[in-house]
């Protein structure tokens, strides 16, 4: 099944350098904020992937992109270290961060004016996965080899890889020791990935360090990252993995993979055992709260509701709950007041400024009276207010509620996709619905779905506003005690690590349609608020095809995952919903003229 994505965006070398540019100049001269300084870590970081991916040949240039984002990991190594109280950062000596990062930047005048492809660090934006957990991950591999007995190597995976490598390396130099750093692009199957490493590269070094989020489904990206290092030299009792978690490999993983993860040491810290300014990540939430709502008495209590947790509070009996992808789920928390007042806490991400800008559309929603009302912003969460209602379900649907969420549809749209970013959103979808048919219902259902993405194709293009929400199922919505109506898990979508990304205004109609099991006659107060300018039948026919394929993947792979026996249950009956819907639209339409009916 296809199911998760790589997003990246297209831009251009010297737009993200000339970003990074005006970062770097408002650091000041005083000691910036470990959060602005940790945006910094990451941009440079995408801008090193970017210019490695594209532009590996260009030797000198790589050196230079490497050196922008290592001095970024020397100024946050510093800050971070002198709150955690760590040995001192190489970046103590010699000009400041400030001054050294500009330096740097302007060695890069000689980048191309070309796009290039730059990728989303899935941890950073939808994982919660900090970069100081591997400041502290690199720290216990120095308590537990205290002799410098050789160079290490530290080899970073991209696309997250480069940042991560760039501060585990910063933290090893921080100790004195002799440090080199690279980071490799693997290349195959998604679940059975090859690594090419030059043995001159690694020559001399006695230690290898193998960074990233991982493991995945599979774990191949670091094991074959790992067997790249043996064959160029190193021995396997040297190489040691630092990933972002302490979980096996999932059940993709190649015998190759499996044996790899069994030998390799780990070093893995989680973001639990951080601590900011004396406070771990749920106190650091819990006193923000408090700041928000003063005068609602101390947090008693937070809660943890990622994962699917959030229908403990949300349903009143456990028969009523919805399936849910919780490998895909954000973290949330909720922290309760003495007063009965409650706060949660989503987290946004913490690229470029995610959980401002998030704040900023849930604001405008919210004012709009779609929305909860967003509450302030902290270590990459945003936080809204609690509010207690009744989730909806199908048997809601009606005239005034489906012409409701038309309007909101079309409140939250964003502006129409370029004629790139159409072109690989509609691919995209085409290929998912494709190989999510065929392994579910059978080669002759797939082929059937190819002469729907060619008639896509060969429909004129008509611009339309972008999907601005993505979750259409009735559980987002609550229906308060007043009978307001309010629309929960709004933003994200756009940045997930699905491969569904930013799409038109078509994907979160066609959405609601199937979500919602609605026949056409139902749905037409829905089209007629949503759409302004209809949409032909067949373009229409087209999104509810795929959407159904992505959600038919997306709850098998879920399923097959394993965990709860009763959540898998729900994910079964979840797909099978779905696949009914993808082999029902598929007959019916099937017999219909593509270009005019079938809606």
């Known amino acids: 099944m296809i199911v998760y994505g790589d997003p990246c965006e ?59 984002t290592d001095f970024a990991a020397a100024a946050f190594y510093a800050r971070w270290g002198a709150a955690a109280g760590t040995a001192p950062s190489a970046a103590a000596d010699g000009p400041p961060p400030r001054q050294r990062l500009l330096a740097a930047l302007d060695r890069l005048d000689a980048l191309p004016d070309a796009e290039l492809p730059v990728k989303l660090p899935e941890g950073f934006a939808c994982y919660a996965l900090f970069p100081e957990q591997y400041c502290a991950a690199a720290g216990r591999w120095l308590d537990a080899h205290p002799a410098d007995d050789g160079r290490v190597t530290v080899v970073g995976v991209r696309s997250i890889g480069t940042t991560l490598s760039a501060l585990v390396a910063e933290t090893l130099r921080a100790a004195g020791r002799n440090v080199q750093r690279l980071s490799v692009r693997p290349t195959g199957h998604p679940h059975d990935r090859s690594v090419e490493i030059d043995s001159v590269s690694v020559e001399g070094s006695a230690w290898a360090l193998v960074v990233d989020e991982g493991p995945g489904l ?27 978690h302490g979980g096996e490999p999932g059940p993709q993983a190649p015998d190759l993979s499996r044996r790899w993860w069994a030998i390799a040491p780990r070093l893995v810290v989680s973001s639990a055992e951080l601590r900011w300014d004396g406070r771990s990540l749920t106190e650091t939430l819990a006193a923000r709260t408090e700041a928000l709502l003063s005068g609602h008495g101390r947090v008693e209590r937070v809660e943890v509701l990622g994962g699917g947790l959030w229908r403990r509070v949300a349903y009143a009996d456990s028969e009523a709950w919805p399936a849910v992808c919780a490998p895909f789920e954000r973290s949330k928390y ?20 995610a959980a401002e800008r998030d704040f900023e559309r849930l604001a405008a929603r919210a004012g709009a009276g779609w929305t909860p009302r967003p509450l302030g912003a902290s270590l990459g969460f945003v936080a809204t207010e609690w509010v207690e209602g009744a989730p909806l379900t199908q048997a809601d649907a009606g005239p005034e509620l489906l012409a409701h969420i038309g309007r909101y549809f079309r409140a ?23 190989w999510n048919t065929w392994e579910a219902c059978g080669e002759e259902a797939a082929e059937e779905t190819r002469a729907w993405s060619d008639a896509i194709r060969a429909h004129p293009r008509q611009e339309q506003p972008s999907a601005g929400d993505g979750r259409p199922s009735p559980h987002e ?32 109609v066609a959405g609601t349609l199937v979500e919602w099991n609605l026949p056409p006659a139902a749905a037409a107060p829905l089209l007629k608020e949503a759409l ?18 992505f959600r038919l993947g997306q709850c098998s792979l879920c399923a097959g995952m394993g965990g709860d026996p009763d959540e898998i249950e729900r994910l079964r009956r979840a797909a099978g919903f779905y696949s009914a819907v993808l082999q029902t639209l598929l007959a019916v339409d099937a017999g219909e003229e593509r270009t005019g009916v079938g809606g």
């Open 10 to 68: 297209l831009e251009r070398p010297s737009a993200l350098r000339e970003r990074l540019r005006r970062r770097v100049a408002a650091l000041g001269s005083g000691d910036p904020p470990l959060n602005t300084l940790r945006t910094l870590l990451i941009e440079a970081g995408r801008l090193e992937q970017a210019v490695l991916d594209a532009l590996p040949e260009e030797a000198g240039l790589c050196a230079d992109v490497q050196s922008v």
């Open 412 to 434: 939250v749209a964003g502006p129409p996709l370029s004629p790139t970013e159409e072109h690989a959103a509609l691919a995209r979808l085409v290929e998912t619905l494709y």
């Open 334 to 353: 909720r922290c309760v007041l003495e007063s009965g007042a409650a706060v949660l806490w989503k987290f946004s991400g913490l690229s470029g400024e």
């Open 477 to 508: 919505w609550l229906r308060l005690p007043s009978g307001k109506l309010l629309k929960t898990d709004s933003t994200g979508y756009d940045v997930d690590h699905t491969v569904v990304g930013k799409q038109p205004l078509a994907w979160d």
């Open 532 to 549: 302004h300018i209809p949409l032909p039948d067949a373009v229409l026919s087209f999104y509810k095809i795929a959407y159904a394929a």
């Open 218 to 244: 599979s774990g191949s990206s670091m094991a074959a990252t790992a067997e790249a290092l043996f064959r160029a030299g190193l021995s396997r009792d040297r190489i040691a993995f630092l990933p972002g």
